[in-house]
């Protein structure tokens, strides 16, 4: 037999060269199933690349691992079956990868909020005790305006003091809080009142 010429050789002829290390032989065999295993790894997976990479490491195992292969092998079933084995496990390792991608943005998502809950505890704790360091008619003034939301005519009936004084007592309470808190974290909790 040649050692080049191996197109009309039957699988079986193919499968008994290579396990001899027939470097020909490999090549027809890598020529007469790579472009049906090929078509077969692009319709479960879609991409070229991924299909190429396959494809690579397929027939480098071949090779590399040819005196295994039983002379009875039925070849196209053999290059199929290790092909489709391939397929699964790049889309199962997609299916894992996908599902740790979710499991993880899931717990930074979850994890965001916590932590966004607990800084506006604290800084409604720090903005407590900042309010109750004020004197205490400031403070009460300050109050019924924030917290109960009544106008300064209703302060200065409530606590029988002159609207001036209590706006005054507002102006104050605030200067005090926008330096005591910073001006940034001033204006976003008080923004809201």
Request: net charge positive; aromatic share 10%; no cysteine.
């Amino acid at each position: 037999m040649s050692s080049t010429l191996r197109s009309d050789l039957t699988d079986n002829e193919l499968i008994t060269l290579l396990k001899e290390g027939d470097k020909p032989a490999y090549t027809e065999i890598y020529n007469r199933y790579k472009s049906l295993l090929q078509s077969h790894g692009y319709r479960k997976l879609g991409d070229p690349e991924e299909v190429k990479d396959i494809l690579q490491e397929l027939f480098a195992n071949l090779w590399t691992k040819r005196e295994e292969i039983p002379a009875t092998t039925n070849l196209s079933g053999y290059l199929y079956t290790a092909m489709r084995n391939k397929v699964f496990n790049v889309l199962s390792h997609k299916q894992i990868e996908h599902r740790y991608v979710q499991s993880l943005q899931k717990f930074i998502d979850d994890g965001s909020y916590i932590t966004d809950i607990i800084r506006e505890k604290e800084f409604e704790l720090l903005i407590q005790k900042e309010i109750n360091a004020l004197p205490e008619k400031m403070k009460e003034v300050f109050l019924l305006s924030r917290k109960e939301h009544l106008s300064h005519k209703d302060i200065s009936e409530k606590l029988s003091i002159s609207e001036q004084t209590v706006s005054k007592q507002i102006t104050n309470a605030l200067k005090i809080l926008r330096v005591k808190l910073g001006a940034l974290h001033f204006l976003i909790y008080f923004i809201k009142f």
